[in-house]
């Protein structure tokens, strides 16, 4: 696995489940950043994430757990919690001790997803996961969809994108164009335009990459297809990602078939990264060269998501 990675895990959103997975009424134990969660769902349908050992004497609140309304009761002693982590009642005590609070996270969903902010230090949301206009489309629909455990660190993978010189190495693919690239605080945005010869006639493909945070980022393919499709990063421990990939396309698309084989070699690539994720080690200052696309500029993005980097 890659070994003296500098950082801590990082600041940010992540999607700790997909929606259509936490119905109303229902709780689901989470383990990521190497703590035990609690993922609920109240019964108006409103979604909740929180420590998952009660405060009290420490039972999993996802094992046996129940929702009852917009709360949460602790199967070991019947405690009962809101999804702010308030204790609003302990079926034996008048009193509720001011220190019966749960820890809990804050949560929005979006995106077909259930999202946590995680911070080391419990600092507020630094910025908003943005909607993707493409999913819940009625126009739209999901035609795709793979998860991977990975034993590397969210940075290493997400550094991948602009490892320009890895492509052909690794992949086989012929040198990529250029990319035009945008950064605002959380977002970085690059474009990647080619000219291509079809059979109905000349065309530019466009690759639009956008990553917010290093939990999230979607790419548009426009040109010779119209496919758009959602990554969501998760890190399970220090040394484990979580990878979702979901594909979507306009309803019975005519380029389908071209979807079908980006689908086909974004997995062939993954499958061939994968080894060289959970066997390197990290370099902080490596000896780049003009070739290898601009890693030493996304690593300073990068800085924004750790603790000790805020606001660099």
Avoid at 35 to 40: K, S
Avoid at 205 to 224: A, D, H, P, Q, Y
Avoid at 291 to 308: M, S, T, V
Wanted: glycine share 10%; with cysteine; net charge negative.
């Amino acid at each position: 696995m890659a070994l003296n990675f500098p950082h801590p895990m990082p600041s940010g959103w992540f999607a700790l489940v997909a929606s259509a997975e936490l119905t109303a009424g229902e709780v689901r134990a989470g383990r990521y950043f190497d703590r035990d969660l609690v993922l609920w769902r109240g019964e108006n349908g409103t979604p909740h994430v929180m420590d998952a050992y009660c405060p009290h004497l420490g039972a999993h609140l996802a094992h046996g757990g129940r929702v009852e309304g917009d709360t949460i009761r602790c199967p070991f002693h019947g405690w009962r919690f809101d999804g702010e982590g308030a204790c609003l009642e302990i079926p034996y005590a008048e009193r509720i001790p001011p220190n019966a609070r749960a820890s809990a996270w804050p949560v929005v969903e979006r995106n077909g997803a259930v999202w946590g902010w995680h911070d080391p230090d419990a600092r507020p949301p630094f910025y908003e996961i943005p909607s993707v206009e493409e999913f819940g489309a009625a126009d739209w629909e999901e035609v795709h969809r793979r998860r991977w455990t990975v034993h590397t660190q969210i940075q290493e993978m997400a550094e991948n994108g602009v490892d320009g010189a890895h492509f052909q190495s690794v992949h086989g693919a012929v040198a990529l164009p250029d990319s035009e690239v945008q950064i605002e605080g959380a977002s970085r945005v690059a474009i990647q335009r080619a000219p291509l010869v079809t059979s109905r006639g000349p065309t530019t493909s466009v690759i639009t990459v956008r990553n917010v945070g290093l939990g999230f980022s979607f790419t548009r393919f426009t040109g010779i297809c119209e496919t758009t499709s959602l990554n969501f990063v998760v890190p399970i421990d220090a040394h484990t990602i979580e990878f979702t990939v979901v594909f979507l396309q306009p309803v019975a698309s005519e380029t389908s078939g071209v979807t079908r084989a980006i689908i086909t070699d974004l997995e062939k690539q993954i499958g061939e990264d994968i080894p060289i994720w959970e066997h390197k080690t990290y370099r902080e200052r490596p000896p780049l060269c003009d070739g290898d696309g601009p890693i030493a500029e996304f690593r300073r993005w990068c800085l924004q998501f750790y603790a000790e980097g805020h606001g660099a």
